[in-house]
């Protein structure tokens, strides 16, 4: 539960009208003759109970509940949409330099990548309307560097500057229009136009992140108008030391982390002052058949071949066994007219040993994935701009296809593998909260290959059709097709940004595909308003696609509260096979949910059951899964049927079906998962 602590300032230090919020549960803000000061607790230090089954893992942090260590305070009015924060700061005692910060893993994937990020002392905040609409400039002694960051950004600009614990420091911030403008003791070193979706109006603050700060003669004053023309983006590409990592900047904005062992983007953006979008494999993704034998080395080669306008890269990561050695050359380019940074590259890989790995279950091209849109960071549900992700995909008859992303649907009753080829020279686009990535296969491509993904990251695998009629997934072991020392693998891959106009006119065009596969187990995809779970899934909600499995039907001429609702027979089951944080979901930050939905006897003989049938937990759990029965022995009128349960906010994902046992019919609307309450243990 959220500690809300309100705080009013001594006169003689701050403005009249200043009043502060502490938004955090540990040490409160505290206000004295010369300042305010505020100590933010330290991770590492927490008790296990404090940290609310939160997994320090990259992978398993944005499936938990977060714990959000930023202390903030906030201004009750700012008076106007454009105004200067000012504020004299001295770090009584530095943020410890560890944790998870970007490039330590694939953690924030989603529009808040870097709302944490470690060793932050200070925080000053502009445009606050919530949790998920900010800028916020940071201030660091451990890394020496100011840094704005944006909710729905990330880390737009960074500037060295070698802050020093003890020392007064007068910053201002300024918000005025699309402009934010810092400096540091009158010194501008700052000056940023937001060009996508700028923040206009919001509350000041003031924030701190495992450390101790004093803030002192804080003021909140009106800023005259920056009449400057937005400039038009020149890109000046090049590679810089960031928090102890390689990342690609583009003037002062960080755009692309490269690993240490050279094999992967992370964190990569494809509009400058957009979030981060794509993780890719930087060399041809060798998986399957014999690559349980290769030892990748912790560093690898980077070769930096050209810098400014664009950026020319050769990568090579060092496998220590000598099986085979990957390549990557990569250009790196701005696309003006689009908008968009254009990543291409040409990959290869030299097979150096006999019979280890497969000719053709191996060798993939860079295997994409692509950043999730809810924040873990925050103890509110942010009110995240969530659109229907979708995929959209050129076939290889030329023919533009378009299906709602569901990794059960498209693996059980979608389509074979071959139905999902990618047309040469054509496109494969996954789409994130109306922004779409798109990853283009070149004509010059020897290889032909299909699009997949996973449910869990929505990480997309362009992979090889090892022939023309493959149905399966999965590629051949070694013993199949063995790779021989010699061969040479080579691929041509290229990724750049639709904007959300492309996208919904894709999608809008976009034929589906009709599954040959599970005939029995039809999917149905509808928009009917036969659940109730807007509050914390909006991808079941009566307003976009959902996708249960089973054989059931949509009614049209019957429902509770309207004249359509979901229909069972004796028999049939209604399932989701994965609800949880990677489906939009966001954290689940209830301590319980109430879990069920609205059932009525046509002319059933039986008992039906609402279960969570499966959960994956982050630790061992042996907890029996929820359930709850209704019997009925012929017509009967609405019932309620569900039970409150602690497994959506436990658990990484879970199951849920229904499942009527006997003959006859039933009627099911009003599905609905909900929060009974935040603090309710």
């Excluded at 704005?148 to 500057?161: I, Y």
Aim: a negative charge; hydrophobic letters at 35%.
């Amino acid at each position: 539960m959220i500690a809300t602590t309100a705080i009013a300032f001594a006169a003689n230090s701050f403005a009249a009208d200043w009043r502060a919020i502490a938004e955090a549960s540990g040490p409160p803000w505290k206000a004295t003759a010369t300042g305010l000061e505020a100590k933010g607790p330290r991770y590492y230090d927490l008790p296990e109970i404090a940290l609310d089954g939160m997994d320090d893992d990259p992978y398993a942090y944005f499936q938990s509940r977060a714990v959000n260590l930023w202390q903030y305070a906030f201004l009750g009015d700012t008076k106007g949409k454009d105004y200067t924060l000012t504020a004299t700061v001295r770090v009584l005692d530095p943020a410890p330099l560890k944790g998870s910060r970007p490039g330590e893993g694939y953690i924030f994937m989603n529009y808040q990548w870097g709302r944490e990020a470690i060793g932050s002392d200070v925080g000053l905040i502009v445009r606050h309307t919530d949790a998920d609409n900010y800028y916020q400039v940071r201030l660091s002694t451990g890394y020496g560097h100011v840094e704005l960051w944006k909710t729905h950004g990330g880390v737009v600009r960074v500037k060295p500057f070698a802050f020093e614990a003890g020392k007064d420091y007068r910053v201002a911030v300024t918000a005025s229009g699309p402009w934010i403008v810092v400096s540091v003791d009158g010194q501008e070193l700052i000056r940023y136009a937001d060009a996508v979706e700028p923040l206009l109006t919001g509350n000041a603050g003031l924030a701190v992140r495992e450390s101790a700060v004093r803030f002192s003669d804080v003021t909140v004053t009106d800023a005259p108008a920056i009449t400057e023309v937005v400039p038009a983006h020149k890109p000046d590409f090049h590679i810089r030391k960031w928090v102890g990592r390689d990342y690609i900047f583009d003037g002062d904005e960080p755009v692309g982390h490269i690993t240490a062992n050279r094999r992967a983007f992370e964190e990569f953006k494809l509009r400058p002052g957009l979030m981060p979008m794509l993780i890719t494999g930087t060399v041809p993704v060798l998986w399957g058949g014999g690559t349980d034998k290769l030892k990748w080395s912790d560093k690898g080669k980077l070769d930096v071949l050209a810098e400014g306008n664009e950026l020319k890269l050769t990568l090579g990561p060092v496998d220590d066994n000598g099986i085979v050695q990957p390549t990557g050359q990569w250009l790196l380019s701005y696309d003006a007219k689009q908008n968009s940074y254009v990543l291409d590259g040409k990959l290869s890989a030299d097979v150096l040993k006999d019979g280890i790995l497969s000719k053709w279950g191996s060798f993939n091209l860079a295997d994409p994935f692509f950043y999730q849109l809810l924040a873990p960071a925050t103890d509110a549900m942010p009110a995240c701009r969530s659109h229907d992700n979708a995929a959209i995909f050129l076939r290889a008859d030329g023919v533009l296809c378009s299906f709602p992303l569901n990794h059960a649907g498209k693996n059980n009753a979608f389509a074979p593998a071959h139905e999902l080829a990618i047309k040469p020279d054509g496109y494969w686009v996954t789409v994130v909260d109306g922004w779409g990535v798109a990853t283009e296969i070149p004509a010059d491509n020897t290889i032909r290959y299909y699009g997949d993904y996973c449910h869990w990251a929505l990480d997309q695998h362009i992979a090889p059709l090892w022939k023309p009629d493959q149905v399966s997934y999965a590629g051949v072991s070694p013993q199949e097709s063995p790779a021989k020392a010699g061969d040479r693998f080579e691929g041509h891959v290229r990724y750049r940004l639709w904007d959300r106009r492309e996208v919904s006119a894709a999608i809008a065009k976009g034929v589906r595909p009709t599954s040959t596969e599970n005939p029995d187990r039809p999917l149905i995809a509808h928009l009917e308003p036969v659940n109730n779970c807007a509050t914390i899934l909006q991808w079941v909600n009566g307003t976009s696609r959902s996708m249960w499995q089973g054989n059931y039907e949509i009614v049209r001429d019957t429902g509770r509260n309207d004249r359509t609702c979901l229909r069972l027979r004796g028999g049939q089951t209604a399932k989701q096979e994965y609800v949880g944080p990677s489906f939009r979901a966001g954290p689940y930050l209830a301590k319980t949910y109430k879990v069920g939905a609205w059932v009525r006897s046509r002319d059933f003989h039986g008992t039906i059951r609402c279960a969570i049938d499966s959960a994956a937990y982050p630790k061992p759990n042996t907890d029996p899964k929820p359930s709850a029965e209704v019997k009925f022995d012929g017509p009967g009128d609405w019932v309620w049927l569900g039970f409150e349960t602690s497994v959506p906010h436990q658990s990484y994902s879970f199951s849920w079906s229904f499942q009527p046992t006997g003959t006859g019919s039933v009627d099911i609307d009003d599905i609905t998962l909900e929060p009974v309450s935040p603090d309710k243990k």
